[in-house]
């Protein structure tokens, strides 16, 4: 048996490696994709008082620090077994919403721009942000403003950009001001063209990405996230839904705190990424994603009119859910349309100014669990505390985890449509690394591990030996 | 004697003093900065954290302010290099101590440590971090204890005893195994004493005492009403 290893993996959040199994052969038999840092959230924050959770997790990332506040504020509200002030859940929706915009910004212009504007093999020297911005200087600068706006919102409403100690068990510890409101109204209407334009530029493009489009993670597969009771698409609230292959709910809608009646965790040696996994099917058979692509598969409809226009077009691409990895891309663009439009929504709410965001109370329930739809999809935050209110137990499952068995089985079809004989072409991983960057993976937080993100691939043959490797 | 007026210099200010002020009381009156951790007006003054040590001409050792009675004549250096050398390491010795992070701490923005560490210029610790197992009590109904953030002060101890009366704080051990314990090192929840009055809490240069379920950097402290309550107390005695 031959093997490949890429390693670093690149233009991801987080470390990792992709090791490719070929057969006597010379068919890759098997794929990996390997994350190799761990960091020991689950471990170190035992013994501290919860109040403090939103922020201590919020350190797992630095992309989306918001999404595990949210995440960890809801779970700790269940410990204060309170409802919330309407506004409070209003202002943390917007949050949420402006760290989508934000996150989604830097998936598609930063880390995937290169890629789909530059081309797969463009030399990998200049295949990176700064050589897209010498290509097409507006692409970029457009990429940054929008991910700017979901920024400035997020200051705007948090008092900071990265890690804000913003929300709390209980709500969100400062109101939002007129001022602030006014401020983020006043951009909307320029982003709120500039993304129209840029998803109608993709749309435009999508022709040219066919191959990609057939082989980057284009399988059948159950999808999760959530849903509200009008069923539009939702990232803060509502119940969990499976959806199978061909569209149709798997199960019935679960209250989120009962996550483990249907999501199990399975652990391998090479890898520090759990496999979450459905539990009627079992491991490895209850594969399934999470993500733009999911939420859009399970959603009604977006809510919003100019996302739903994108929608319907969406929905042409396939008769059921759409299935291509490649797609997600796409998905994303009309989800930070969504997102636009939805603050704009709550903006207008005269409610959002209210004065109280904050229900105080001590600790009455053991046991919490906070669920949301992160960028890059569905994020649980589950805690035990004893009386005094001190952690005991938790455990976390991020995006990345849910889609794990889903990453390795995409890069194994992509190996395979990609890859003959033994020797690699960088251009030829480069594609296999794409597979990975359309799921938006972000290593560090679901690994809860530190760093920036290289990647090896390694060529492994019939007997174990290293038979060609790249790093970059 | 004690209306006797002394003149001396601080940092090359002519000053004055009566004979019963220490040289920090007579800097602050000057508004001269000497920086204290375990200081704290109302308070007795110990002179343990040694960050108010100054030079005093023809003395060949340094000399804590918060402790040391103006002389008549006496020539004073509060911010020589030796001194914001020896101030700095005293402040990195306290954050290499315990677990001090200042980034998910509910006093992050309002702590006197970190205001040091500012103001003295420490951007980064030169000794290894001890990083020692320690505990929160958050068995009080209303106010924690966290060790990882105590820098042993004794402001706490201070202000329960000689102030509210009730001694329930102490310190037990010594050196570098130094805790600070309620009543006889029980859970602060089941403190006899303790009468729930908040004031150790609210004198804690850190996080180390702070009030239950506030979240990161939400522990503000109200500091200024103790010369308040001891000018009560010493008319009613009166």
């Known amino acids: ?472 | 004697m004690s209306d006797t007026i002394l003149t001396l210099t601080i940092d090359g200010q002519p000053v004055s003093g009566l004979a019963t002020e220490t040289i920090l009381q007579i800097a602050r009156e000057n508004k001269i900065d000497i920086p204290t951790l375990c200081y704290l007006e109302g308070l007795s003054a110990v002179g343990s954290c040694r960050l108010c040590m100054v030079e005093i001409e023809g003395s060949p050792k340094l000399h804590p302010a918060c402790v040391t009675l103006i002389q008549e004549g006496m020539v004073v250096t509060t911010q020589t290099e030796r001194l914001q050398g020896y101030r700095r390491n005293i402040v990195q010795l306290l954050f290499a101590e315990r677990n001090h992070v200042c980034s998910v701490c509910v006093s992050n923005g309002h702590c006197e440590l970190q205001e040091l560490a500012h103001k003295l210029g420490v951007d980064h610790i030169a000794f290894p971090g001890c990083y020692p197992e320690l505990e929160v009590d958050a068995s009080h109904r209303r106010f924690v204890l966290d060790h990882n953030r105590c820098v042993l002060c004794t402001r706490c101890v201070r202000v329960c005893a000689e102030i509210e009366g009730a001694h329930t704080w102490d310190v037990k051990n010594r050196g570098m195994r130094s805790r600070i314990v309620a009543d006889l090192d029980t859970p602060w929840g089941d403190s006899a004493t303790c009468t729930g009055c908040g004031k150790c809490v609210h004198v804690c240069p850190t996080g180390a005492l702070s009030e239950k379920g506030k979240s990161v950097a939400e522990m503000l402290k109200k500091r200024p009403s103790l010369p308040y309550l001891v000018a009560n107390r010493t008319e009613e005695r009166q």
């Open chain 1, 1 to 472: 048996m031959s093997q490949i290893t890429i390693e670093p993996v690149s233009r991801i959040e987080g470390h990792a490696a992709i090791r490719l199994f070929l057969d006597d052969t010379g068919q890759v038999r098997d794929a990996r994709f390997q994350v190799t840092q761990v960091r020991g959230f689950e471990q170190f924050v035992v013994g501290r008082p919860f109040s403090e959770m939103p922020s201590l997790t919020a350190r797992i990332c630095g992309i989306c620090p918001v999404s595990h506040e949210l995440a960890s504020a809801k779970a700790c509200d269940q410990l204060l077994a309170v409802a919330i002030p309407p506004t409070a859940t209003k202002l943390r929706c917007l949050l949420n919403l402006a760290q989508l915009v934000q996150s989604h910004a830097l998936s598609f212009f930063y880390l995937s721009g290169p890629d789909l504007l530059l081309g797969m093999d463009h030399p990998p020297e200049t295949r990176n942000f700064f050589g897209l911005a010498a290509a097409d200087p507006q692409f970029a600068r457009d990429g940054i403003r929008i991910r700017q706006f979901g920024q400035q919102a997020i200051e705007r409403l948090a008092g900071r950009r990265i890690h804000p100690s913003w929300v709390v068990p209980g709500g969100v510890n400062s109101p939002l001001t007129a001022a602030n409101r006014e401020a983020i109204l006043a951009d909307l209407p320029s982003i709120k063209t500039l993304v129209s334009a840029h998803l109608d530029r993709f749309k435009q493009t999508l022709d040219g990405h066919a191959e990609a489009i057939g082989v980057f993670a284009n399988f059948p597969s159950m999808f999760l996230g959530l849903v509200n009771e009008e069923g539009t698409l939702e990232h803060y609230q509502g119940r969990l839904r499976f959806i199978d292959a061909g569209g149709a709910p798997v199960g019935t809608d679960l209250d989120p705190s009962d996550y483990q009646q249907v999501i199990g965790e399975a652990v391998e040696p090479w890898t520090y990424l759990k496999f979450p996994y459905y539990r009627p099917l079992g491991y490895p058979e209850g594969m399934y994603r999470v993500g733009p692509l999911a939420r859009l598969n399970l959603a009604a409809r977006c809510g919003t009119e100019l996302a739903d226009r994108e929608l319907a077009l969406f929905r042409e691409l396939a008769t059921g859910p759409v299935l291509s990895m490649f797609h997600a891309h796409y998905a994303r663009l009309i989800e930070t349309l969504y997102a636009v439009e939805r603050i704009e929504e709550l903006l207008a709410d005269p409610q959002i100014l209210d004065q109280r965001i904050r229900a105080e109370a001590g600790v009455n329930s053991l046991e919490g669990i906070g669920v949301t739809e992160a960028p890059r999809g569905t994020l649980m935050h589950h805690y035990r505390v004893n009386e005094d209110g001190l952690i005991q137990w938790i455990n976390l499952i991020i995006a990345t985890g849910h889609n794990n068995l889903a990453m390795q089985r995409g890069i194994l079809q992509a190996a395979r449509h990609f890859l003959t004989g033994t020797t690699l072409r960088e251009g030829l991983l480069n594609r296999i690394e794409a597979v990975i960057r359309t799921f938006d993976p972000c290593l560090s937080c679901s690994t809860h591990a530190v760093g920036s993100m290289p990647m090896i691939v390694e060529l492994i043959g019939p007997d174990g030996a290293i038979l060609d490797h790249l790093r970059r």
